[in-house]
């Protein structure tokens, strides 16, 4: 005897997405709460082998953007002596903020990254 699945929950399988905008909400704490960040880094490290493409342009997308800004503030983090660091500090942080919300806005409409390697936005 064989079951059939009705085509209403075959049509709704869960294509990884929730998990996804779980981790760009944990991301977008990092920034009151850095510690999440840390959380949200390893939820799209281990996730992002068994995702769906699109979905791991996204998850590719995020770990390129907490590289890039640890590397950019670490630089800012040093100017800082030469006061121009805050200027260097600022600026990363209103970039990581607009990569933040664009990559989760594409998220929401199930749509990937089209250039995730890249350092733009």
Not at 18 to 47: D, E, Q, R, S
Not at 101 to 113: D, E, M, N, Q
Request: aromatic fraction near 14%.
């Amino acid at each position: 005897m064989s079951e059939s699945v009705p085509s209403e929950v075959a049509n709704t399988q869960e294509d990884g997405s929730g998990v996804l905008k779980i981790t760009y909400m944990i991301f977008l704490g990092g920034l009151i709460i850095p510690i999440l960040t840390i959380v949200g880094l390893i939820m799209a490290y281990i996730n992002r082998g068994d995702a769906a493409p699109w979905v791991a342009s996204h998850y590719r997308w995020l770990i390129r953007s907490f590289w890039i800004n640890l590397l950019l503030a670490f630089v800012g983090g040093i100017l800082i002596f030469l006061y121009i660091g805050w200027i260097v500090l600022l600026v990363v942080f209103i970039w990581y903020i607009v990569r933040l919300v664009r990559g989760f806005s594409a998220a929401l409409k199930k749509k990937p990254i089209e250039n995730p390697a890249s350092w733009g936005f």
